[in-house]
Nanobody, 124 residues
C-alpha cells in the first residue's frame, strides 16, 4: 500500500528548470520501482523516466535525455525529476507512479500506484 503525492510543478519560461518531487507513504517505498509519466489532453499517457528500487539504474525517454534526470532518496521516501532546458512541448500533467515489479517499465498500465499529478506549463 503506497500513497504518492507530487509537487513542484508550475509555470516556467522555455529554457528554465523545475524540480518535481514525489513523496511516498509507507516504509516499503525502497522496494518499489518508481517512474514519471506525463499526459496532455488527447494523448496517451507517456513514459518519461524510471528508477529501480535501489536507485542504481535509471532510464529516461529519448525526448528528454540530456535534459531530465530521475533520482530517489529512499531515506526520505521521495523520488525526484529534475527538468532542465524545458520546452513548450514539455507542457503536461506529470504523474509519479510506483510498482514492485513492472514487466514493462515504460507502460503506464504496469503500475499499480499513482499520484494525483502536477501541472507543468512551459511558456515560449
Amino acid at each position: 500500500q503506497v500513497q504518492l503525492v507530487e509537487s513542484g510543478g508550475g509555470l516556467v519560461q522555455a529554457g528554465g528548470s523545475l524540480r518535481l518531487s514525489c513523496a511516498a507513504s509507507g516504509r516499503t517505498f525502497s522496494g518499489y520501482r518508481m517512474a514519471w509519466f506525463r499526459q496532455t489532453p488527447g494523448k496517451e499517457r507517456e513514459f518519461v523516466a524510471t528508477i529501480n528500487s535501489s536507485g542504481g539504474s535509471t532510464y529516461v525517454a529519448d525526448f528528454v535525455k540530456g535534459r531530465f534526470t530521475i533520482s530517489r532518496d529512499n531515506a526520505k521516501n521521495t523520488v525526484y525529476l529534475q527538468m532542465n532546458s524545458l520546452k513548450p512541448e514539455d507542457t503536461a500533467v506529470y504523474y509519479c507512479a510506483a510498482d514492485r515489479a513492472p514487466m514493462t517499465y515504460r507502460d503506464y498500465r504496469e503500475y499499480d500506484y499513482w499520484g494525483q499529478g502536477t501541472q507543468v506549463t512551459v511558456s515560449s
